[in-house]
């Protein structure tokens, strides 16, 4: 069972617990991915997210399938939010559950960095002066070159 | 010479001041010669040496990828979901 979305809305960690738990399931696993208050040494106020929806959304469903593939019985939803963040608000939720607890945690680690890796969505993170910039990882330590 | 229509988003869209663009590529068109017209619009000089580029919401592999008109293009900015 794989339900993946991207959602404009907050969202319902509860429903997603509850969606893939099952008679069958014996564990359960949610990652939650939320907003923090200082990124790269500078206090963030909120994000903004963004996505090319209809490839992240192939890629999300991509990335569950491959998952369930190394793990047959897995039951995963995935949820990525977009539009404007606050500090603490979930930005993403990965609730997997499987009969045993090793596919399970192994399938949330397994999504999340897939996800970081390859589904189109974007950040700009607002910080505290007032002023704004687009994350990229690829630029690791290297200082920012614009705003 | 073909017309190629081009998603852009994020950093990218800033950069070239719209969310798509039309460039004039030479046939056959691949994902290089693409990306070379794109690099001479104004503002394409912030695409990096091979900048990630999507067709029909998949990931290219490779410069010499094949396009056409039709197909729903997409230059990719560095990813930051999660």
């Known amino acids: 069972m794989i339900r993946t979305a991207i959602v404009e809305r907050a969202i319902d960690v509860a429903a997603l617990l509850s969606e893939v738990t099952s008679p069958a399931t014996g564990a359960t696993t949610l990652f939650l991915?939320?907003?923090?208050?200082?990124?790269?040494?500078?206090?963030?106020?909120?994000?903004?997210?963004?996505?090319?929806?209809?490839?992240?959304?192939?890629?999300?469903?991509?990335?569950?399938?491959?998952?369930?593939?190394?793990?047959p019985g897995l039951r995963i939803v995935i949820e990525h939010r977009i539009g404007t963040l606050s500090l603490t608000d979930v930005s993403v939720a990965i609730a997997v559950a499987h009969a045993r607890r090793a596919p399970a945690l192994d399938a949330s680690r397994f999504v999340i960095e897939e996800l970081k890796r390859r589904v189109p969505i974007w950040k700009r993170e607002h910080y505290v002066e007032g002023d704004w910039h687009w994350v990229d990882p690829t630029a690791a330590t290297a200082s920012v070159s614009s705003a | 010479m073909t017309q190629l229509q081009v998603l852009l988003f994020a950093s990218y869209a800033d950069a070239f001041g719209a969310s798509q663009v039309t460039v004039s590529v030479a046939e056959p068109a691949t994902v290089s010669t693409l990306v070379d017209a794109l690099r001479a619009l104004p503002g394409g000089d912030v695409l990096p040496a091979t900048p990630l580029v999507a067709v029909d919401r998949r990931f290219t592999r490779g410069e010499a990828v094949p396009v056409r008109a039709g197909q729903e293009i997409a230059l990719i900015p560095p990813v930051a979901g999660g």
Not at chain 1, 38 to 51: F, K, L, P, Q, S
Not at chain 1, 65 to 70: I, L, T, Y
């Open chain 1, 33 to 71: 991915g939320t907003v923090r208050d200082v990124n790269d040494g500078r206090a963030v106020t909120g994000i903004e997210y963004t996505a090319y929806t209809a490839m992240a959304s192939d890629e999300l469903q991509r990335i569950a399938v491959e998952a369930s593939d190394h793990a």
